[in-house]
């Protein structure tokens, strides 16, 4: 028997509501299900219901369903009903929302800010950016309206990021891992038993050093997406001494703010070139790809999808079966 205190947690909902911007609930299902894994939780593929999104929840034997509504005004709320356990529903809880009382670290200028692009998109390329910034690049930054890439629209994010170029100059350094380079250095990490987030941290560590290298600048600051051991780890390899604070919501900060910009910017031309290509139109995201990922297969043969996916996917399995 379910106990009363039990009942009131469980059919409890959070809900606030989004300032500026209303982020979407795909983008939120992704910046929640980053959280969720990195306290060793397992995330179900996102589904559709009505008025808002659910997905499967796992840990150690135990599973259940969260869902979240947004209504027309923008309000958040969380459904905890269905992950039917009180323990799990007040620590995932504290995960998510939680999290949003955190304050992101003030850095000292001079910083390098770096961020990821591609990461929960089928297709195309993994782009890392990392961008020098001082105090006085700060300011022109900001008037420039550099802000969150999620938070603007891919024209913005074009715009905006030929902007944050004049302003830095040289300082930057972009990345690309192409998806047939992508799917091979995947399958390298996951022969030596590391997951997506070693590959992340070995992107990183490649982007903001070669900044680093023209700067001489050692302080990084990333937004947080793996335990601290996991860059620890990368730059043990390293014979100069860095810096690096991680902090969720990292994009707050200018630095790493240009960097998603960037980031986003070069995935967007590297998606459209992918599409001129092979002359289909490949979405974006992960959620709404499978249509175009059979027609893809259905024109080209299985063997060439590598060339234009991230074969780990559980949309491949789905195609292909």
Same mark, same amino acid.
């Given at each position: 028997?379910?106990?009363?205190?039990?009942?009131?947690?469980?059919?409890?909902?959070?809900?606030?509501?989004?300032?500026?911007?209303?982020?979407?609930? @795909?983008?939120?299902? @992704?910046?929640?299900?980053?959280?969720?894994?990195?306290?060793? =939780?397992?995330?179900?593929?996102?589904?559709?219901?009505?008025?808002?999104?659910?997905?499967?929840?796992?840990?150690?034997?135990?599973?259940?369903?969260?869902?979240?509504?947004?209504?027309?005004?923008?309000?958040?709320? =969380?459904?905890?009903?269905?992950?039917?356990?009180?323990?799990?529903?007040?620590?995932?809880?504290?995960?998510?929302?939680?999290?949003?009382?955190?304050?992101?670290?003030? $850095?000292?200028?001079?910083?390098?800010?770096?961020?990821?692009?591609?990461?929960?998109?089928?297709?195309?390329?993994?782009?890392?950016?990392?961008?020098?910034?001082?105090?006085? +690049?700060?300011?022109?930054? @900001?008037?420039?309206?550099?802000?969150?890439?999620?938070?603007?629209?891919?024209?913005?994010?074009?715009?905006?990021?030929?902007?944050?170029?004049?302003?830095?100059?040289?300082? =930057?350094?972009?990345?690309?891992?192409?998806?047939?380079?992508?799917?091979?250095? =995947?399958?390298?990490?996951?022969?030596?038993?590391?997951?997506?987030?070693?590959?992340?941290?070995?992107?990183?560590?490649? +982007?903001?050093?070669? $900044?680093?290298?023209?700067?001489?600048?050692?302080?990084?600051?990333?937004?947080?997406?793996?335990?601290?051991?996991?860059?620890?780890?990368?730059?043990?390899?390293?014979?100069?001494?860095?810096?690096?604070?991680?902090?969720?919501?990292?994009?707050?900060?200018?630095? $790493?703010?240009?960097?998603?910009?960037?980031?986003?910017?070069?995935?967007?031309?590297?998606?459209?070139?992918?599409?001129?290509?092979?002359?289909?139109?490949?979405?974006?995201?992960? +959620?709404?790809?499978?249509?175009?990922?059979?027609?893809? $297969?259905?024109?080209?043969?299985?063997?060439?999808?590598?060339?234009?996916?991230?074969?780990?996917?559980? +949309?491949?399995?789905?195609?292909?079966?």
């Amino acid at each position: 028997m379910v106990s009363i205190k039990m009942r009131q947690v469980l059919n409890r909902t959070s809900q606030f509501k989004q300032t500026g911007d209303i982020l979407p609930l @795909q983008q939120l299902y @992704q910046t929640i299900r980053e959280k969720l894994q990195q306290s060793e =939780y397992n995330v179900g593929e996102l589904k559709t219901i009505n008025f808002g999104i659910q997905f499967l929840v796992s840990q150690a034997g135990w599973s259940g369903v969260l869902r979240i509504y947004q209504n027309k005004k923008g309000v958040i709320k =969380y459904d905890y009903s269905q992950l039917k356990s009180n323990v799990q529903a007040q620590k995932i809880e504290q995960i998510i929302v939680g999290e949003k009382e955190k304050t992101v670290y003030d $850095v000292d200028f001079p910083v390098i800010g770096c961020d990821e692009s591609g990461k929960g998109d089928y297709f195309g390329p993994l782009v890392c950016a990392a961008v020098f910034v001082d105090e006085q +690049t700060s300011h022109a930054l @900001q008037a420039a309206g550099v802000r969150d890439s999620k938070a603007l629209t891919d024209n913005r994010i074009v715009e905006t990021a030929s902007a944050i170029l004049k302003i830095v100059k040289n300082n =930057y350094k972009v990345t690309v891992l192409t998806p047939p380079e992508y799917n091979t250095k =995947y399958k390298e990490f996951s022969d030596n038993r590391k997951n997506l987030n070693g590959l992340l941290a070995w992107l990183h560590v490649q +982007t903001f050093s070669q $900044v680093s290298k023209r700067t001489g600048c050692r302080n990084i600051f990333l937004d947080r997406f793996a335990g601290e051991h996991v860059i620890s780890d990368v730059l043990s390899g390293h014979d100069k001494q860095f810096h690096v604070i991680q902090q969720f919501q990292g994009e707050q900060n200018i630095a $790493v703010a240009a960097a998603s910009i960037l980031a986003r910017a070069r995935y967007l031309v590297e998606m459209k070139k992918l599409s001129e290509t092979f002359q289909i139109e490949l979405p974006k995201g992960a +959620t709404t790809v499978l249509g175009a990922a059979r027609r893809f $297969v259905k024109k080209y043969g299985k063997d060439h999808l590598q060339e234009v996916a991230k074969l780990h996917f559980k +949309t491949t399995r789905d195609v292909l079966k």
